[in-house]
C-alpha cells in the first residue's frame, strides 16, 4: 500500500468534526516555506547578539512607536 493509499484509508476514518483540523494541517503542509528578507534577517541577528529592544506591555511598544 502506497503512503498515498494509507492517507486516504485515514482520512476516510477520520470524523466529520475534526475534518477541519485535516484540512488546517494539509494546507499548512503544501505552502512552501518563506524565506525572511534582509531587513528581518538583521532584526533577528540583532536580537540573537543581544541587541534591540525589551517591552514589558503591549502598550510600551505602542508608545515606542508613535514616537
Do not use: H
Not at 525572511?36 to 533577528?44: L, S
Amino acid at each position: 500500500m502506497s503512503d498515498r493509499e494509507k492517507a486516504m484509508e485515514l482520512l476516510n476514518a477520520v470524523p466529520d468534526y475534526k475534518m477541519g483540523y485535516v484540512i488546517a494541517y494539509l494546507q499548512g503542509a503544501i505552502i512552501g516555506e518563506v524565506e525572511p528578507n534582509e531587513e528581518t534577517k538583521a532584526a533577528m541577528k540583532e536580537l540573537e547578539d543581544g541587541g534591540g529592544e525589551c517591552f514589558n506591555s503591549l502598550d510600551e511598544l505602542w508608545n515606542s512607536l508613535e514616537e
